[in-house]
């Protein structure tokens, strides 16, 4: 197996709206290849699709129940520390909660974390020991 993510895929309760969230509120960009069944956008080297909560649930052979913390966050990581504010005001802009206000965390970096509008944990951080290319894509020395 090749060490890589290719998709993320995220169930919603309601697409057009989660579509709203991303497109409009965020700025991803939506691909001409979604429809009204499904989402997908283009990230840096991985792409974020959005899927019917119950539909994902019923493709994967497991039951569509589940609340609290799933055990999953998703990472943004940008190039300062003033960005995580900047970030996590956008999302909650767009309709996201702030669950952690960004900070000063004990690994040496700055992070907080928003949940979209489907409750999916997204930490947005700054770490001074990643590297991060001209794409956004992050690796550690």
Do not use: C
Request: no cysteine; aromatic share 10%; charged share 20%.
């Amino acid at each position: 197996m090749e060490p890589r993510v290719s998709m993320l895929g995220l169930g919603v309760h309601d697409l057009k709206k989660s579509v709203e969230f991303y497109e409009q509120g965020l700025g991803f960009s939506l691909a001409s290849s979604s429809n009204e069944n499904i989402a997908f956008f283009n990230l840096s080297n991985l792409v974020l699709s959005l899927y019917p909560w119950d539909k994902l649930a019923e493709d994967a052979s497991v039951p569509a129940e589940g609340t609290g913390f799933r055990g999953v966050t998703i990472a943004h990581n940008v190039r300062s520390k003033e960005e995580v504010s900047e970030i996590l005001k956008l999302a909650e802009s767009a309709g996201g909660n702030i669950v952690k206000p960004a900070q000063d965390v004990f690994w040496g970096g700055h992070s907080g974390y928003f949940a979209d509008i489907d409750g999916h944990l997204w930490e947005v951080a700054w770490n001074p020991k990643a590297i991060l290319d001209q794409a956004g894509g992050m690796l550690f020395d």
